[in-house]
């Protein structure tokens, strides 16, 4: 009830592509839903949050996209660039539960990017 | 730079030893969160100080215990360490109490190698 998949695992994207990656959940309570990235040797950044009273969001390359109904969230990185190379970590939260809405973390995503 | 300050930067140590980890926030958090980021269980949430007092907890063991200081830096204790103990320990820190309202900013980590 209080997990959320990540995926895919890994993923390698052609630079100038579209880098895609899906979260999923059950717990209908969540309200909260950020992503974080994180580069080796450093610790997690947020880089973009949503919450369910809307369907998208948007900040430079960077999209969430949420399906209330369907209990899914993904990140879309338009015109990826190599910099863009780290593991991203979608999270949820909810007052729910024990957490008292702290974050419930995805296992991640290594995102690769070509040049 | 998030501003959150951990040290040590790498810690190793034998099974059955306590060790300290300690966290500076960012000036003006009164919020420290710390986390466990393994392979295998991804980036879990352990505990919550807010200004001084305990708010939330989440999956510490009885042998982890925590704590903040007046000063508001924060210290995990790790105690009768065990091989699966070996992981990298964030902190986090952010302005307010509520984890699902705000940012939160995460230090580089402390990976902590148990032989």
């Known amino acids: 009830q209080q997990q959320v998949k990540q995926s895919p695992q890994s993923l390698i994207v052609q630079k100038g592509g579209i880098s895609i990656i899906n979260c999923a959940y059950e717990?209908?309570?969540?309200?909260?839903f950020p992503w974080y990235q994180q580069f080796p040797g450093k610790g997690p950044a947020l880089l973009i949050a949503i919450r369910p009273d809307v369907s998208e969001k948007k900040e430079g390359r960077f999209t969430i996209s949420f399906n209330k109904s369907a209990k899914q969230f993904s990140l879309h990185i338009m015109d990826s660039q190599p910099g863009d190379s780290a593991t991203y970590f979608c999270a949820a939260s909810s007052w729910d539960g024990g957490s008292q809405g702290n974050l419930i973390f995805g296992k991640g995503t290594k995102l690769s990017v070509k040049p | 730079d998030s501003g959150v300050t951990q040290t040590p930067k790498h810690l190793i140590t034998a099974t059955g030893q306590r060790v300290t980890l300690r966290c500076s926030p960012r000036s003006g958090d009164l919020s420290v969160y710390w986390y466990q980021q393994s392979l295998d269980q991804g980036l879990q949430f352990l505990i919550q100080y807010y200004n001084g007092e305990e708010r939330a907890k989440g999956n510490i063991l009885e042998r982890f215990s925590a704590q903040q200081f007046p000063d508001l830096h924060s210290e995990l204790n790790l105690s009768s360490l065990e091989l699966g103990d070996s992981a990298l320990y964030f902190c986090?820190?952010?302005?307010?109490?509520?984890?699902?309202?705000?940012?939160?900013?995460f230090g580089d980590g402390t990976r902590l190698s148990i032989l």
């Open positions: 986090a820190s952010s302005a307010g109490s509520d984890p699902g309202n705000q940012p939160q900013h």
């Open positions: 717990n209908t309570a969540f309200d909260y």
